[in-house]
Protein backbone atom coordinates (compact mmCIF):
# COMPACT_ATOMS: atom_id res chain seq x y z
CA UNK A 1 0.00 0.00 0.00
CA UNK A 2 2.85 2.52 0.98
CA UNK A 3 4.77 1.88 -1.98
CA UNK A 4 1.74 2.62 -4.54
CA UNK A 5 1.29 5.71 -2.42
CA UNK A 6 4.42 6.32 -3.20
CA UNK A 7 4.52 5.69 -6.87
CA UNK A 8 1.50 8.30 -7.11
CA UNK A 9 3.01 10.79 -5.23
CA UNK A 10 6.26 10.44 -6.95
CA UNK A 11 4.35 10.69 -10.63
CA UNK A 12 5.85 13.16 -12.87
CA UNK A 13 2.60 14.58 -13.08
CA UNK A 14 2.04 15.46 -10.07
CA UNK A 15 5.57 17.20 -10.26
CA UNK A 16 4.29 18.91 -13.42
CA UNK A 17 1.23 19.95 -12.03
CA UNK A 18 3.36 21.71 -8.80
CA UNK A 19 5.49 23.60 -11.47
CA UNK A 20 2.34 24.44 -12.93
CA UNK A 21 0.24 25.85 -9.81
CA UNK A 22 2.85 27.40 -8.80
CA UNK A 23 4.08 29.26 -11.53
CA UNK A 24 0.46 30.17 -13.05
CA UNK A 25 -0.64 31.59 -9.33
CA UNK A 26 2.72 33.87 -9.21
CA UNK A 27 1.87 34.41 -12.45
CA UNK A 28 -1.46 35.97 -11.19
CA UNK A 29 -0.40 37.48 -7.81
CA UNK A 30 2.44 39.41 -10.15
CA UNK A 31 -0.79 40.85 -12.38
CA UNK A 32 -3.01 41.32 -9.29
CA UNK A 33 0.37 43.99 -7.98
CA UNK A 34 0.35 45.10 -11.04
CA UNK A 35 -2.89 46.57 -10.69
CA UNK A 36 -2.69 47.50 -7.65
CA UNK A 37 0.47 49.76 -7.91
CA UNK A 38 -0.03 50.80 -11.19
CA UNK A 39 -3.33 51.90 -9.93
CA UNK A 40 -2.17 53.90 -7.16
CA UNK A 41 0.65 55.80 -9.02
CA UNK A 42 -1.80 56.58 -12.10
CA UNK A 43 -5.05 57.62 -10.22
CA UNK A 44 -8.69 56.76 -11.07
CA UNK A 45 -8.85 58.36 -14.38
CA UNK A 46 -5.65 57.67 -15.98
CA UNK A 47 -5.85 54.07 -14.44
CA UNK A 48 -9.42 53.99 -16.49
CA UNK A 49 -7.07 54.37 -19.20
CA UNK A 50 -4.90 52.00 -19.01
CA UNK A 51 -7.78 49.52 -18.23
CA UNK A 52 -9.83 50.44 -21.40
CA UNK A 53 -6.48 49.91 -23.23
CA UNK A 54 -6.01 46.18 -21.26
CA UNK A 55 -9.45 45.53 -21.82
CA UNK A 56 -9.14 46.06 -26.08
CA UNK A 57 -6.00 44.13 -26.10
CA UNK A 58 -7.55 41.22 -24.26
CA UNK A 59 -10.88 41.36 -26.29
CA UNK A 60 -8.77 40.39 -29.45
CA UNK A 61 -6.37 38.03 -28.26
CA UNK A 62 -8.92 36.34 -26.61
CA UNK A 63 -10.66 35.31 -30.40
CA UNK A 64 -7.21 33.05 -30.67
CA UNK A 65 -6.98 31.44 -27.29
CA UNK A 66 -8.53 28.38 -28.99
CA UNK A 67 -5.31 28.15 -30.87
CA UNK A 68 -3.76 26.90 -27.56
CA UNK A 69 -5.73 23.72 -27.48
CA UNK A 70 -4.93 22.94 -31.28
CA UNK A 71 -1.21 23.38 -30.84
CA UNK A 72 -0.51 21.68 -27.95
CA UNK A 73 -2.58 18.28 -29.58
CA UNK A 74 -0.53 18.19 -32.17
CA UNK A 75 2.93 18.93 -30.78
CA UNK A 76 2.26 16.11 -27.98
CA UNK A 77 0.94 13.97 -30.69
CA UNK A 78 4.68 13.68 -32.52
CA UNK A 79 5.78 11.12 -32.73
CA UNK A 80 9.72 11.92 -33.68
CA UNK A 81 11.35 14.84 -33.97
CA UNK A 82 11.13 15.63 -37.75
CA UNK A 83 7.65 15.53 -36.63
CA UNK A 84 7.92 18.15 -33.83
CA UNK A 85 10.17 20.33 -36.07
CA UNK A 86 7.06 20.67 -39.16
CA UNK A 87 4.69 21.43 -36.60
CA UNK A 88 6.93 24.23 -35.09
CA UNK A 89 7.44 25.01 -38.53
CA UNK A 90 4.21 25.37 -39.29
CA UNK A 91 2.33 26.46 -37.10
CA UNK A 92 5.21 29.63 -36.56
CA UNK A 93 4.61 30.59 -40.87
CA UNK A 94 1.24 30.68 -40.53
CA UNK A 95 0.62 32.53 -36.50
CA UNK A 96 3.29 35.22 -38.27
CA UNK A 97 0.59 35.91 -41.22
CA UNK A 98 -2.26 35.82 -38.91
CA UNK A 99 -0.44 38.07 -36.19
CA UNK A 100 0.68 40.29 -38.94
CA UNK A 101 -3.16 40.71 -40.52
CA UNK A 102 -3.95 41.29 -37.02
CA UNK A 103 -1.28 44.21 -36.52
CA UNK A 104 -2.92 46.12 -39.71
CA UNK A 105 -5.94 45.69 -39.01
CA UNK A 106 -6.09 47.20 -35.83
CA UNK A 107 -3.06 49.38 -36.56
CA UNK A 108 -5.69 51.15 -39.31
CA UNK A 109 -8.39 51.24 -36.56
CA UNK A 110 -6.66 52.76 -33.90
CA UNK A 111 -8.47 56.13 -34.39
CA UNK A 112 -11.74 54.61 -34.22
CA UNK A 113 -10.62 53.01 -31.02
CA UNK A 114 -8.78 56.40 -29.33
CA UNK A 115 -11.89 58.09 -30.83
CA UNK A 116 -14.44 55.62 -28.87
CA UNK A 117 -12.21 55.19 -25.76
CA UNK A 118 -11.75 59.18 -25.64
CA UNK A 119 -7.66 58.10 -24.94
CA UNK A 120 -4.69 59.68 -26.62
CA UNK A 121 -4.20 58.16 -30.35
CA UNK A 122 -0.37 57.71 -29.56
CA UNK A 123 -1.42 55.54 -26.71
CA UNK A 124 -3.50 52.96 -29.07
CA UNK A 125 -0.54 53.38 -31.75
CA UNK A 126 1.69 51.07 -30.10
CA UNK A 127 -1.18 48.05 -29.02
CA UNK A 128 -0.88 46.73 -32.51
CA UNK A 129 2.42 45.82 -31.76
CA UNK A 130 1.62 44.29 -28.46
CA UNK A 131 -0.92 41.98 -30.15
CA UNK A 132 1.18 41.13 -33.16
CA UNK A 133 3.88 39.64 -30.18
CA UNK A 134 1.67 38.34 -28.37
CA UNK A 135 -0.04 36.14 -30.92
CA UNK A 136 3.27 34.68 -31.32
CA UNK A 137 4.47 34.69 -27.85
CA UNK A 138 1.75 32.35 -27.13
CA UNK A 139 1.93 30.30 -30.28
CA UNK A 140 5.39 29.31 -28.31
CA UNK A 141 4.52 28.63 -25.16
CA UNK A 142 1.86 26.59 -26.33
CA UNK A 143 4.51 24.56 -28.30
CA UNK A 144 6.59 24.10 -24.97
CA UNK A 145 3.57 22.77 -23.18
CA UNK A 146 2.91 20.53 -26.12
CA UNK A 147 6.79 19.07 -25.60
CA UNK A 148 5.99 18.94 -21.87
CA UNK A 149 8.50 21.90 -21.21
CA UNK A 150 6.55 22.72 -17.93
CA UNK A 151 9.16 24.79 -16.32
CA UNK A 152 10.06 26.90 -19.13
CA UNK A 153 6.83 27.64 -20.09
CA UNK A 154 6.21 29.32 -16.31
CA UNK A 155 9.34 30.97 -16.61
CA UNK A 156 8.86 32.60 -19.57
CA UNK A 157 5.20 33.85 -18.22
CA UNK A 158 6.51 34.74 -15.15
CA UNK A 159 9.45 36.81 -16.67
CA UNK A 160 7.41 38.67 -18.59
CA UNK A 161 4.99 39.35 -15.69
CA UNK A 162 7.86 40.44 -13.92
CA UNK A 163 9.18 42.95 -16.26
CA UNK A 164 5.85 44.23 -17.24
CA UNK A 165 5.45 45.44 -13.41
CA UNK A 166 9.03 46.76 -13.33
CA UNK A 167 8.74 48.78 -16.35
CA UNK A 168 5.37 49.99 -16.04
CA UNK A 169 6.59 51.72 -12.66
CA UNK A 170 9.93 52.55 -14.18
CA UNK A 171 7.97 54.50 -16.91
CA UNK A 172 5.18 55.94 -15.07
CA UNK A 173 7.38 57.44 -12.33
CA UNK A 174 9.74 59.12 -14.68
CA UNK A 175 5.87 60.98 -16.01
CA UNK A 176 5.19 58.62 -19.35
CA UNK A 177 1.64 58.45 -17.25
CA UNK A 178 -0.72 55.50 -19.42
CA UNK A 179 1.46 55.89 -22.30
CA UNK A 180 4.20 54.63 -20.26
CA UNK A 181 2.45 51.71 -18.90
CA UNK A 182 1.26 50.98 -22.09
CA UNK A 183 5.00 50.50 -23.29
CA UNK A 184 5.81 48.73 -20.62
CA UNK A 185 3.57 46.04 -21.48
CA UNK A 186 4.68 46.35 -24.85
CA UNK A 187 8.51 45.55 -24.25
CA UNK A 188 7.59 43.07 -21.83
CA UNK A 189 5.46 41.32 -24.08
CA UNK A 190 8.29 41.02 -26.92
CA UNK A 191 10.87 39.93 -24.21
CA UNK A 192 8.09 37.05 -23.34
CA UNK A 193 7.96 36.20 -26.67
CA UNK A 194 12.07 36.37 -27.20
CA UNK A 195 12.42 33.71 -24.00
CA UNK A 196 10.00 31.58 -25.16
CA UNK A 197 11.90 31.45 -29.17
CA UNK A 198 15.41 31.26 -26.56
CA UNK A 199 13.90 27.77 -25.20
CA UNK A 200 12.75 26.70 -28.62
CA UNK A 201 16.19 28.07 -30.83
CA UNK A 202 17.00 24.08 -31.31
CA UNK A 203 13.83 24.16 -33.65
CA UNK A 204 14.01 25.98 -37.52
CA UNK A 205 11.28 27.63 -38.52
CA UNK A 206 11.55 26.78 -42.17
CA UNK A 207 11.17 23.17 -42.63
CA UNK A 208 10.64 20.85 -45.58
CA UNK A 209 7.97 18.43 -45.54
CA UNK A 210 9.15 14.96 -45.72
CA UNK A 211 5.66 13.16 -46.19
CA UNK A 212 3.93 14.94 -43.39
CA UNK A 213 0.37 16.24 -44.66
CA UNK A 214 -1.27 17.70 -41.42
CA UNK A 215 -3.00 21.06 -42.63
CA UNK A 216 -5.92 18.86 -43.56
CA UNK A 217 -6.14 17.44 -39.81
CA UNK A 218 -5.14 20.59 -38.08
CA UNK A 219 -8.02 22.40 -39.44
CA UNK A 220 -10.49 19.37 -38.73
CA UNK A 221 -9.48 19.59 -35.34
CA UNK A 222 -9.38 23.53 -35.10
CA UNK A 223 -13.32 23.95 -35.33
CA UNK A 224 -14.23 21.92 -31.83
CA UNK A 225 -11.45 23.82 -30.40
CA UNK A 226 -12.49 27.05 -31.32
CA UNK A 227 -16.35 26.23 -30.26
CA UNK A 228 -15.06 24.72 -27.00
CA UNK A 229 -13.11 27.79 -26.27
CA UNK A 230 -16.32 29.51 -26.97
CA UNK A 231 -18.69 28.00 -24.92
CA UNK A 232 -15.67 27.54 -22.25
CA UNK A 233 -16.10 31.56 -22.25
CA UNK A 234 -19.50 31.55 -22.46
CA UNK A 235 -20.47 30.03 -19.53
CA UNK A 236 -18.11 32.65 -17.26
CA UNK A 237 -19.11 35.93 -18.91
CA UNK A 238 -22.77 35.38 -20.38
CA UNK A 239 -24.04 35.49 -16.52
CA UNK A 240 -22.24 38.24 -15.43
CA UNK A 241 -23.55 40.26 -18.35
CA UNK A 242 -27.11 39.04 -17.99
CA UNK A 243 -27.19 39.83 -14.23
CA UNK A 244 -25.68 43.23 -15.14
CA UNK A 245 -28.85 43.05 -17.09
CA UNK A 246 -31.27 42.07 -15.17
CA UNK A 247 -30.44 42.98 -12.12
CA UNK A 248 -30.27 46.15 -10.01
CA UNK A 249 -26.81 47.74 -10.04
CA UNK A 250 -25.87 46.93 -6.17
CA UNK A 251 -26.80 43.12 -7.02
CA UNK A 252 -25.10 43.09 -10.74
CA UNK A 253 -21.59 44.14 -8.81
CA UNK A 254 -21.88 41.84 -5.80
CA UNK A 255 -22.71 39.41 -8.33
CA UNK A 256 -19.77 40.11 -10.47
CA UNK A 257 -17.68 40.44 -7.27
CA UNK A 258 -18.59 36.53 -6.43
CA UNK A 259 -17.99 35.47 -10.39
CA UNK A 260 -14.48 37.12 -9.72
CA UNK A 261 -13.72 34.94 -6.41
CA UNK A 262 -15.08 31.59 -8.06
CA UNK A 263 -12.89 32.44 -10.58
CA UNK A 264 -9.78 31.39 -7.89
CA UNK A 265 -11.16 27.91 -8.17
CA UNK A 266 -11.05 28.20 -11.98
CA UNK A 267 -7.11 29.65 -12.51
CA UNK A 268 -6.18 27.42 -9.16
CA UNK A 269 -7.25 24.36 -11.10
CA UNK A 270 -6.61 25.28 -14.35
CA UNK A 271 -2.86 24.42 -14.71
CA UNK A 272 -3.69 20.81 -13.20
CA UNK A 273 -5.69 20.63 -17.16
CA UNK A 274 -2.76 22.00 -18.38
CA UNK A 275 -0.30 19.54 -17.41
CA UNK A 276 -3.07 16.61 -18.32
CA UNK A 277 -3.83 17.81 -21.76
CA UNK A 278 -0.46 17.47 -23.39
CA UNK A 279 0.62 14.45 -21.53
CA UNK A 280 -2.61 12.17 -22.08
CA UNK A 281 -2.34 13.35 -26.03
CA UNK A 282 1.92 12.46 -25.88
CA UNK A 283 0.79 8.62 -24.87
CA UNK A 284 -2.26 8.37 -26.84
CA UNK A 285 -0.57 8.94 -29.82
CA UNK A 286 1.71 6.34 -28.79
CA UNK A 287 -0.92 3.87 -27.53
CA UNK A 288 0.19 3.77 -24.05
CA UNK A 289 -1.88 3.97 -21.18
CA UNK A 290 -3.00 7.12 -19.76
CA UNK A 291 -6.18 6.84 -17.72
CA UNK A 292 -4.22 6.70 -14.27
CA UNK A 293 -3.42 10.77 -15.47
CA UNK A 294 -6.90 11.52 -16.44
CA UNK A 295 -8.41 10.09 -12.58
CA UNK A 296 -4.98 11.69 -10.81
CA UNK A 297 -6.06 15.16 -12.36
CA UNK A 298 -9.61 14.91 -11.77
CA UNK A 299 -8.89 13.84 -7.80
CA UNK A 300 -6.52 17.20 -7.28
CA UNK A 301 -9.31 19.53 -9.63
CA UNK A 302 -11.68 18.62 -7.01
CA UNK A 303 -9.20 18.35 -3.65
CA UNK A 304 -8.30 22.15 -5.20
CA UNK A 305 -12.04 23.24 -5.33
CA UNK A 306 -12.77 21.59 -1.83
CA UNK A 307 -10.52 23.27 -0.06
CA UNK A 308 -11.33 26.40 -1.62
CA UNK A 309 -15.14 25.82 -0.86
CA UNK A 310 -14.57 24.79 2.44
CA UNK A 311 -13.00 28.14 2.95
CA UNK A 312 -15.65 30.39 1.25
CA UNK A 313 -18.25 28.25 3.74
CA UNK A 314 -16.75 28.68 6.92
CA UNK A 315 -14.93 32.33 6.45
CA UNK A 316 -16.96 34.13 3.33
CA UNK A 317 -16.76 37.45 4.84
CA UNK A 318 -12.90 37.34 5.30
CA UNK A 319 -12.80 36.42 1.43
CA UNK A 320 -14.95 38.86 0.29
CA UNK A 321 -13.64 41.83 2.55
CA UNK A 322 -9.87 40.84 1.70
CA UNK A 323 -10.17 41.29 -2.21
CA UNK A 324 -12.99 43.75 -2.11
CA UNK A 325 -14.17 45.20 0.66
CA UNK A 326 -16.96 45.79 3.54
CA UNK A 327 -19.35 46.93 0.50
CA UNK A 328 -19.44 44.12 -0.82
CA UNK A 329 -20.47 42.00 2.14
CA UNK A 330 -24.12 41.31 1.44
CA UNK A 331 -22.69 38.42 -1.62
CA UNK A 332 -21.24 36.70 1.37
CA UNK A 333 -24.11 34.01 1.73
CA UNK A 334 -24.00 33.63 -1.94
CA UNK A 335 -20.48 32.49 -1.77
CA UNK A 336 -20.59 29.15 -1.57
CA UNK A 337 -22.69 28.54 -4.14
CA UNK A 338 -21.09 30.26 -6.56
CA UNK A 339 -18.26 28.25 -5.45
CA UNK A 340 -20.10 25.11 -5.79
CA UNK A 341 -20.71 26.06 -9.75
CA UNK A 342 -16.73 27.18 -10.36
CA UNK A 343 -16.18 23.81 -8.98
CA UNK A 344 -18.38 21.78 -10.88
CA UNK A 345 -17.34 23.85 -14.10
CA UNK A 346 -13.75 22.98 -13.58
CA UNK A 347 -14.42 19.62 -13.48
CA UNK A 348 -16.47 19.79 -16.91
CA UNK A 349 -13.80 21.61 -18.24
CA UNK A 350 -11.42 18.81 -17.37
CA UNK A 351 -13.29 16.28 -18.47
CA UNK A 352 -13.69 17.73 -22.12
CA UNK A 353 -10.07 18.27 -22.06
CA UNK A 354 -9.54 15.01 -21.41
CA UNK A 355 -11.31 14.18 -24.77
CA UNK A 356 -10.14 16.76 -27.05
CA UNK A 357 -6.71 15.53 -25.88
CA UNK A 358 -7.77 11.49 -27.36
CA UNK A 359 -9.62 12.89 -30.51
CA UNK A 360 -13.23 12.48 -29.29
CA UNK A 361 -14.42 15.56 -29.97
CA UNK A 362 -18.19 14.61 -30.43
CA UNK A 363 -18.44 15.14 -26.74
CA UNK A 364 -18.24 19.26 -27.35
CA UNK A 365 -21.79 18.78 -28.33
CA UNK A 366 -22.93 18.47 -24.23
CA UNK A 367 -20.89 21.86 -23.05
CA UNK A 368 -22.12 23.89 -26.00
CA UNK A 369 -26.07 22.54 -25.38
CA UNK A 370 -26.01 23.34 -21.81
CA UNK A 371 -24.56 26.56 -22.23
CA UNK A 372 -27.18 27.50 -24.29
CA UNK A 373 -29.66 26.13 -21.39
CA UNK A 374 -27.49 28.39 -18.82
CA UNK A 375 -28.16 31.33 -21.03
CA UNK A 376 -32.43 30.21 -21.33
CA UNK A 377 -32.87 29.92 -17.51
CA UNK A 378 -31.34 33.15 -16.89
CA UNK A 379 -33.41 34.79 -19.35
CA UNK A 380 -36.46 33.11 -17.93
CA UNK A 381 -35.04 33.07 -13.90
CA UNK A 382 -33.83 36.05 -12.63
CA UNK A 383 -35.90 37.33 -10.17
CA UNK A 384 -32.87 37.50 -7.77
CA UNK A 385 -28.78 37.40 -7.34
CA UNK A 386 -29.37 33.93 -5.85
CA UNK A 387 -31.80 32.58 -8.68
CA UNK A 388 -29.50 33.44 -11.22
CA UNK A 389 -26.45 31.35 -9.39
CA UNK A 390 -28.55 28.41 -9.02
CA UNK A 391 -29.19 28.04 -12.82
CA UNK A 392 -26.05 28.48 -13.41
CA UNK A 393 -25.09 26.00 -11.03
CA UNK A 394 -27.67 23.53 -12.01
CA UNK A 395 -26.74 23.52 -16.07
CA UNK A 396 -22.52 23.15 -14.53
CA UNK A 397 -24.14 20.25 -12.44
CA UNK A 398 -26.21 18.80 -15.54
CA UNK A 399 -23.23 18.91 -17.69
CA UNK A 400 -20.60 17.33 -15.08
CA UNK A 401 -23.55 14.26 -15.07
CA UNK A 402 -23.72 14.31 -18.68
CA UNK A 403 -20.43 13.70 -19.19
CA UNK A 404 -19.80 11.27 -16.68
CA UNK A 405 -22.22 9.07 -17.82
CA UNK A 406 -20.50 9.38 -21.24
CA UNK A 407 -17.28 8.82 -20.13
CA UNK A 408 -18.75 5.62 -18.34
CA UNK A 409 -20.85 4.29 -21.70
CA UNK A 410 -17.44 4.97 -23.81
CA UNK A 411 -15.27 3.41 -21.10
CA UNK A 412 -17.92 0.43 -21.53
CA UNK A 413 -18.01 0.37 -25.24
CA UNK A 414 -14.65 0.40 -25.85
CA UNK A 415 -13.68 -2.42 -22.90
CA UNK A 416 -16.61 -4.25 -24.73
CA UNK A 417 -14.58 -3.58 -28.50
CA UNK A 418 -11.23 -4.61 -27.15
CA UNK A 419 -12.93 -7.95 -25.48
CA UNK A 420 -15.05 -9.01 -28.40
CA UNK A 421 -11.64 -8.39 -30.63
CA UNK A 422 -9.46 -10.87 -28.10
CA UNK A 423 -11.68 -13.40 -28.13
CA UNK A 424 -12.36 -13.57 -32.06
CA UNK A 425 -8.49 -14.10 -31.94
Known amino acids: ?128 LFLFFSILSMVYKAFLQGILKFYETILSLNLEFLLRLILGIIFVYLGLSVFGAVAGIVIAGICGFLIAFYFLRKYKIFTKNKGINITKEIFSYTLPAFIFSLTSTSFLTTDVLLAKHFLISHDAGIYASLSNLGKIILFGTAPIGAVMFPMISKRFSLSQKYLNIFFLSLILTFLASFIVLVFYQVFPTIAIK ?104
Not at 5 to 17: C, G, L, Q, Y
Not at 372 to 395: E, K, N, P
Open 1 to 128: MLKKFKSVIFHPFFASSAIMVIGSNFANVLAFIYHLVIGRLLGPIHYGELAAVISLATMFSAVFTFLNTVIIKFTSSAKNKHEEDYIFSWFTQKSFVLALILFVLTLILSPVFASFLHIDIKIIFILP
Open 322 to 425: TLYGKGFLDGSTYLVWFGLFAACYSLTNLICSFYLSINKIKVIVLPVVFSILQIIGIVFIHDSLLSIIIVSLVSATLLLVSLVIYFVYETYSRNAVRLNSNSSL
